[in-house]
């Protein structure tokens, strides 16, 4: 966590923050609208990196599973895509077994909008393509919230062109509960794996919006469509200042976000990587009509933004996250405020009590903020006691994962792997300028 980033890349990003604060005298945050911010001339406060904006490859070819999870560990993935880019995946039908159709969601029962974290953790939500209309959409097919639903439902909910959403399958399937695991111990993150159904010749299967989490879509059956834009003014989310589509009031067309950044048709054994922040629409048709279908992938997500303890970014591990207290800031800043009182005597010094209170004050309070921020991050152990927190949530996540795994029923054996689909391309992969070419081997594409 600290070493990807470093003391004095820090200390430089936190200056200029506090400069470009100072000197503009306004808070930037986004509009309503991505495309109202554009047109508002939006940008972050600090520029992100240039390399940040230099496209990489966006596809790259592996065959097995364990060649899959080399990939995200390798140098090349951590320094070119995560967090900045997304990127196609293609593997050799790598996670074919971890979860069928057929027999693991059509031959199980579900609870309509159950709870995850309870057992028996099996739920579904039925899920229009506009993300506001699913709190409606179980009564609207005749079922009531906590009802057991089984096979029948489930194909007539998709026969009514709904899509099946199942939330943290990780805690009732055993091999998606493997997989996550896997995918926890390479991103270094706790993980949650959702699970989405939807059939064919859908011309929206969701609405265009944005996630706080960095996704991994994995392909396991029929084909889905996926177009990803990347506007910076909402990269990289902390808070619901930065996501937009779910609700009534932020909707908007594909046509405001301009061409996509990758216009992609997943195919069994694709896995789509998306960055969190960037935004993405997807359908089960393409202009030549419908895919087939229909299309199971999942949602694997490395949860940098993390529901059950503090977040996994500077913003949170500097006391950012206005959700919960920060479990070590508090303290750390009152050691070193107590520190600095003894070698500063105008710490000790009444506070002015008028009003407005004078220019000095600025530049007193601004003195001696800097100099108890210098004794916290050198003389106490505030960014080790926050690393330590953090890994803590992850070994707590990781052990809770495991007991569920140990307790879920065995899923039926996985049939054998697809035939290679070697002489025909799986996926169709279009981007703006750039010329695709994809080789057999752990390489790149050319652009």
């Known amino acids: 966590f600290l070493a990807s980033f470093g003391m004095a890349s820090f200390l430089t990003t936190l200056a ?3 400069v470009a604060v100072v000197a503009s005298g306004q808070t930037i945050s986004p509009s309503s609208s991505p495309f109202r911010a554009e047109q508002n001339g939006l940008r972050a406060s600090v520029p992100i990196p240039k390399a940040h904006f230099v ?5 790259v070819r592996v065959e097995t599973r364990r060649d899959f999870f080399k990939f995200l560990k390798s140098e090349e993935f951590r320094e070119k895509y995560w967090e900045n880019y997304p990127v196609l995946i293609q593997t050799a039908h790598a996670f074919h077994d971890v979860l069928s159709l057929e027999n693991d969601v059509l031959g199980s029962t579900f609870v309509v909008r159950g709870d995850k974290r309870s057992p028996p953790y099996r739920n579904v939500r039925f899920v229009p393509s506009k993300f506001f209309l699913e709190s409606n959409a179980a ?4 079922h009531r919230d906590g009802k057991m639903v089984g096979r029948a439902e489930l194909l007539e909910a998709m026969a009514r062109n709904h899509t099946l959403q199942l939330y943290g399958a990780q805690s009732w399937w055993p091999r998606v509960g493997e997989f996550t695991m896997n995918l926890s111990r390479v991103s270094g993150l706790p993980s949650n794996v959702n699970v989405y159904i939807t059939p064919g010749g859908q011309p929206v299967s969701l609405a265009v919006h944005n996630d706080f989490t960095c996704n991994f879509m994995v392909q396991l059956a029929g084909r889905k469509r996926w177009r990803l834009w990347k506007l910076s003014e909402f990269w990289l989310p902390v808070d619901e200042r930065f996501i937009f589509g779910r609700d009534h009031d932020e909707l908007f067309s594909t046509d405001e976000l301009g061409p996509p950044l990758l216009d992609v048709v997943l195919a069994p054994g694709d896995v789509l990587y998306v960055p969190r922040g960037c935004f993405h629409a997807t359908s089960t048709m393409d202009e030549n009509g419908p895919l087939p279908g229909p299309s199971m992938h999942l949602t694997a997500q490395a949860a940098a933004m993390y529901d059950d303890g503090l977040a996994f970014t500077w913003h949170a591990a500097l006391g950012g996250d206005t959700r919960r207290p920060h479990p070590i800031l508090p303290r750390a800043l009152a050691a070193a405020l107590d520190r600095l009182a003894v070698a500063d005597p105008l710490l000790r010094e009444g506070f002015p009590l008028q009003s407005p209170l004078p220019p000095a004050a600025t530049a007193t309070a601004r003195r001696l903020l800097h100099a108890a921020v210098d004794i ?5 152990t505030f960014l080790a006691d926050t690393l330590a927190t953090l890994r803590g949530q ?5 052990n809770d994962l495991r007991r569920k795994i140990s307790s879920a029923a065995p899923q039926a054996p996985p049939g054998p792997a697809p035939a290679s689909t070697s002489a025909e391309p799986s996926s169709k992969l279009t981007h703006a300028s750039t010329t695709t070419t994809t080789t057999t ?5 050319t652009t």
């Open 16 to 18: 200029a923050v506090l």
């Open 394 to 398: 992850v070994d707590e996540f990781r």
């Open 55 to 59: 496209a990489p490859a966006l596809q």
């Open 139 to 142: 009564a609207d097919l005749g």
């Open 441 to 445: 081997t752990t390489t790149t594409t």
């Open 376 to 380: 916290m991050l050198d003389e106490t």
